[in-house]
């Protein structure tokens, strides 16, 4: 028993290896908004450490591919992060999370590839699938996503999403 064990756990050790890509991410690797790269109305980071690459496609006009590791946020609470090749065909690998903020910082609310629901109901895949295929995703104003809407109907403005990015409780523990 205690031999396979231990196999099993050098077996483990060399797929980590073998993958030096993995993306693994947790709560406390996401940010106060203010402490991201702003690229016109959005956030981003990179977790593999890799922030030009990110930035890199985020800023092209004819859009790309995000590397692994990148991170992009418009409000606080929802997050796309692009997860190591592999991880999801259908999402192309990214993977969305919901996150509760406070001034403690944040708690991951929900996280997955198709499942993830926003507070509003609104599947983040299903919705930003629509995005053309060479944004990857990434929806912005003109990318051929719905916009988000309020439940009463009414589309967020890019004056209320400003309002939400600067009130990110967050910020206030780091000062920013
Ligand atoms: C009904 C459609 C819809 C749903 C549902 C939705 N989004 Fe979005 N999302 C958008 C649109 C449209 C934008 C761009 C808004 C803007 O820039 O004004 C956006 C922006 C974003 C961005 C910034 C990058 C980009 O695509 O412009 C992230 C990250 C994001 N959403 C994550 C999520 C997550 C996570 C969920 C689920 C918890 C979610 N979204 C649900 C439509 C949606």
């Given at each position: ?14 797929a980590v290896?073998a ?12 940010k106060?908004?203010a ?9 981003v ?29 418009l ?10 090749k592999?991880?999801?065909q ?10 509760k ?6 708690e991951?609310h ?10 509003f ?13 060479e944004?990857?995703m990434?929806?912005?104003?003109d ?16 004056e ?12 206030k523990?780091?000062?920013?």
């Open positions: 028993m205690k031999k396979v064990a231990i196999k099993l756990l050098l077996l483990a050790g060399l290896q993958n030096a890509e993995v993306v693994n991410f947790d709560e406390s690797d996401f106060c908004l402490q991201m790269t702003p690229v016109r109305g959005f956030f980071d990179n977790l593999l450490g890799d922030l030009e690459a990110t930035l890199a496609v985020a800023k092209s006009e004819t859009g790309g591919v995000y590397p692994p590791g990148s991170v992009v946020q409000v606080p609470t929802e997050v796309m992060v692009k997860r190591e592999g991880f999801n259908t999402t192309k690998d990214w993977e969305f999370v919901e996150l903020v406070s001034e403690a910082g944040s991951i929900v996280r997955g590839a198709f499942e993830v629901v926003n507070r109901g609104g599947n983040c895949f299903a919705c930003h699938v629509k995005a053309r295929p944004w990857d990434i929806c912005e104003q990318h051929g996503c719905d916009p988000i809407t309020l439940p009463n109907g009414v589309a967020l403005t890019q209320v999403i400003k309002g939400i990015q600067h009130a990110d409780p967050r910020c523990k780091a000062g920013a």
